[in-house]
């Protein structure tokens, strides 16, 4: 729980509250009244008697201060009371008792529902307007509004910001709303790393940059290293203030400016947000559970344009929904949003939809993975995954964060940001003891984490596509290595697939080597008159030693299935009974036995050979003599060293 010092020495744990309501229902004045702060900065809003842009002030209810943010309540501002809600503990629902229940009333109430807040309290101003029978008859309106929202017990206090009535009430009502708010899980995010949603930007005569917002996690000290997101600006922290009063340090709960070197005030902005340096990753694909409003008129449909409210940023999405074509109003269902910037979030983090054109809010929700990857058309597996991620387990969450990042390689330390755990290493242990994730090689000094469902189903798509090219080339017993490839070149590291090849080949599955790999049991079907051209082809070139027929003249030496020559000759290949030297060229495996023998001997007693060299010592010809040299080098049984060959380190003979 976060604690702060009064001026009388008091110990003060800090909340950020929040005001909601229609335009002119007074609740500028009823904090002015709370406060003696008249929230109203602006000359345009003193001049005009409305509230435009966000406002502040602070509270103390020993032992609670609340940093209070006084919000816009015109319908053409709701943007700016969205930036103002981020970071909220706990909600003051304004309601003018001449007025009652108005259109910004119930957009408000919406948008405090879908931020997910555990308390507030409903004041009802202007009670010196009318009779005690019309209050009683507001008060009805209100409690059938609030129904069905975090609202419902809250109490309503009757006030009057001109006579003063029920100061000393609503301030009882807050202190008991903070109260729950502190109690609940929110505090933990005290611990967390320092983020802030920038609500405003200036610049201040010899002092440079400032920004301020609510402190949603961590804290921050004069000094500190911070960055800018998104874009990953390095900032310097050169002072702070709390409530317009110098600090050494902010943390979550308090409103705070902070004076930033490295960054002109040009630079951020409203919608950016102010982080421990690697804590928040821009990104422009978020999954999310959301929630539509059963209050709205229409069906929200898969891919609709939206607009996208996180933190203080507000931007252009599609929303993609991953369990059905459309969400009807007062329903709810996973969903990705295909942000158009870059934008950062935190699992958990709640927020807001509204609709593209007309703008009114539609639903909301929270954020499941902020730093996603496409879902396209989702599994059984994939949907109890997203289920995992709202799970209160952590581990369950991190499992299932690693399901997620089987492409991009799972890197744990960013479990603080994209599921809310914090205890890496032990989380990151029980899963291993588990068997929820598994380590898998990737070379003498590297391993890769992996969720272990994820592995399996790699493995066993591995298997398919083999099955499937050997469906396709039924004279192949293997395959070549880099066709496979080919098949997960949508892969960020072909080290995955090589550890994948390599647990298959201990499971004794698939048959494979450096250039060619095929499943165990599988192989070609051949007919007699193709045993006997396999039988032909494999005693030819053994006859021709080290000056064996081309492809070609092989298919012209045969009387029957010359068009099988090429695939038997592969398969022969595959099957290790044949070199494949080039497309053109074959040897006999016997007869390169031989030729590494004799290369062997005659490199081990000299400074290394010509290719002119290796031709006479083989009494062959150039044109066997330079593909052969070259293979041996791709293969690492030779090496040059000028126009020389000599024996690789790692050759045998």
């Known amino acids: 729980m976060p604690f702060r010092a009064d001026v009388k020495g008091l110990m003060l744990k800090d909340l950020i509250l929040g005001t909601a309501g229609h335009i002119d229902h007074g609740k500028t004045s009823l904090i002015r009244q709370l406060t003696g702060t008249n929230t109203d900065r602006l000359p345009e809003e003193k001049k005009r008697g409305i509230t435009i842009e966000l406002g502040y002030a602070h509270l103390d209810l020993p032992p609670f201060r609340l940093g209070i943010v006084d919000v816009p309540g015109h319908e053409k501002f709701v943007r700016q009371m969205l930036a103002g809600a981020t970071g909220m503990d706990l909600a003051l629902l304004v309601v003018a008792a001449d007025d009652s229940v108005k259109q910004q009333t119930r957009e408000h109430l919406d948008i405090l529902r879908m931020l997910d807040l555990p308390a507030g309290v409903i004041a009802l101003t202007k009670c010196d307007l009318v009779e005690p029978e019309w209050l009683d008859l507001v008060e009805e309106e209100i409690r059938g509004l609030v129904q069905e929202t975090f609202l419902v017990s809250a109490p309503i206090i009757r006030t009057s910001a001109k006579t003063g009535q029920g100061m000393e009430e609503l301030k009882a009502a807050l202190s008991e709303a903070s109260q729950q708010a502190a109690d609940s899980s929110r505090q933990r995010q005290l611990n967390a790393p320092f983020k802030m949603a920038i609500d405003r930007t200036f610049t201040m005569e010899g002092h440079g940059t400032v920004v301020t917002g609510s402190v949603s996690s961590g804290s921050a000290a004069v000094g500190d290293a911070l960055e800018i997101q998104p874009g990953g600006q390095a900032v310097r922290v050169r002072s702070l203030q709390n409530h317009e009063s110098s600090a050494t340090e902010v943390h979550r709960g308090q409103r705070a400016a902070l004076n930033l070197a490295g960054v002109h005030h040009l630079e951020v902005g409203r919608g950016d947000e102010v982080c421990h340096p690697g804590h928040l990753q821009p990104s422009r694909l978020v999954t999310t559970e959301l929630f539509l409003l059963s209050n709205v008129k229409k069906r929200l449909k898969d891919r609709t344009r939206v607009r996208f409210h996180v933190g203080t940023a507000e931007l252009l999405a599609n929303v993609r929904l991953l369990q059905s074509t459309e969400l009807v109003p007062g329903d709810h269902g996973f969903a990705q949003f295909y942000l158009n910037e870059p934008a950062v979030a935190i699992w958990n983090q709640p927020f807001v939809v ?125 395959h070549p290595r880099t066709a496979l ?41 051949l007919s007699k008159g193709e045993r006997q051209l396999l039988e032909q082809l494999n005693r030819q070139l053994q006859e021709a030693g080290v000056k064996p027929p081309s492809v070609k003249e092989l298919e012209k030496l045969a009387t029957k299935n010359r068009q099988s020559v090429q695939e038997l000759l592969q398969m022969s290949a595959d099957n290790g009974e044949l070199v494949k030297i080039t497309k053109e060229i074959y040897f006999h495996q016997q007869v390169m ?34 593909p052969l040299c070259e293979y041996l080098d791709s293969v690492g049984f030779t090496a040059r060293d000028g126009d020389k060959r000599v024996l690789a380190p790692t050759a045998a003979p």
């Not at 960020?492 to 494979?512: F, G, N, P, R, Y």
């Not at 031989?594 to 150039?622: F, P």
């Open 354 to 478: 509204r609709s593209e054109s007309p703008v009114f809010t539609i639903g909301g929700g929270r954020v499941l993975d902020p730093d996603a990857a496409p879902i396209r058309k989702p599994s059984s597996t994939d949907l109890q995954m997203l289920r995992q991620l709202t799970s209160s387990e952590e581990k369950e969450r991190a499992a299932a964060n690693a399901y997620f990042r089987f492409n991009q390689g799972w890197d744990p330390s960013g479990l603080p940001r994209t599921t809310g755990v914090f205890d890496i290493d032990e989380t990151v242990q029980t899963m291993l003891d588990e068997g929820a994730i598994r380590r898998v090689k990737l070379s003498a000094t590297r391993q890769l984490l992996i969720h272990h469902a994820r592995f399996t189903e790699f493995c066993g798509r591995i298997l398919k596509t083999l099955e499937r090219m050997h469906r396709e080339h039924p004279l192949r017993f293997k």
């Open 485 to 525: 490839e080919h098949q997960f070149d949508y892969l960020d590291s072909m080290e995955l697939l090589t550890a994948a090849i390599e647990q298959l080949k201990q499971d004794k599955k698939i048959d494979v080597n450096r250039e060619s790999i095929g499943l165990v049991g599988y192989g070609p079907k």
């Open 593 to 626: 036995d031989e030729v590494r023998k004799t290369l062997t001997r005659a490199l081990q007693e000299t400074d290394g050979l010509t290719v002119s060299d290796i031709r006479q010592l083989l009494d062959t010809t150039r044109k066997y003599a330079v």
